[in-house]
């Protein structure tokens, strides 16, 4: 049974950071794409970053793009997300989630199992 579990959200001010994990099982780590969504209130999942199965390519939305980084340890089967200079427009449930194959998509059906989420939330 595949198994995506987020880990490392939590409540800052701007300008803070975080560091999110996806902890995978029920399937071999290192053939896959992932991808890191996010879900504001009131508004559609939105794909944040994705990254290939190697970690030679990835992509970031536009409003991330020099705050957040996407990246994997294929040898410890480990998804992480460093998150910086956070503003509230960042505060959204953070998901992780398996694409299809090796090459990253960036739509949502695209991506057969999620995670949970692990709660991120900017406020002074």
């Known amino acids: 049974q595949e198994k995506l579990v987020e880990s490392g959200g939590g409540l800052v001010q701007p300008g803070g950071s975080l560091k999110l994990s996806c902890a995978p099982s029920?399937?071999?780590?290192?053939?896959?794409?992932m991808g890191w969504f996010r879900r504001a209130p009131g508004k559609a999942s939105e794909l944040v970053a994705a990254?290939?199965?190697?970690?030679?390519?990835?992509y970031y939305t536009d409003a991330v793009k020099g705050r957040f980084t996407i990246s994997r340890d294929n040898e410890l089967d480990t998804l992480n997300h460093e998150i910086n200079d956070l503003r509230p427009q960042d505060t959204a449930l953070y998901s992780c989630?398996?694409?299809?194959?090796?090459?990253?998509?960036?739509?949502?059906?695209?991506?057969?199992?999620w995670g949970q989420g692990t709660q991120v939330t900017i406020t002074s």
């Open positions: 990254i290939s199965s190697n970690g030679d390519s990835s």
């Open positions: 029920g399937f071999n780590f290192d053939i896959y794409a």
């Open positions: 989630a398996k694409s299809g194959g090796p090459r990253f998509s960036l739509t949502p059906h695209s991506y057969g199992s």
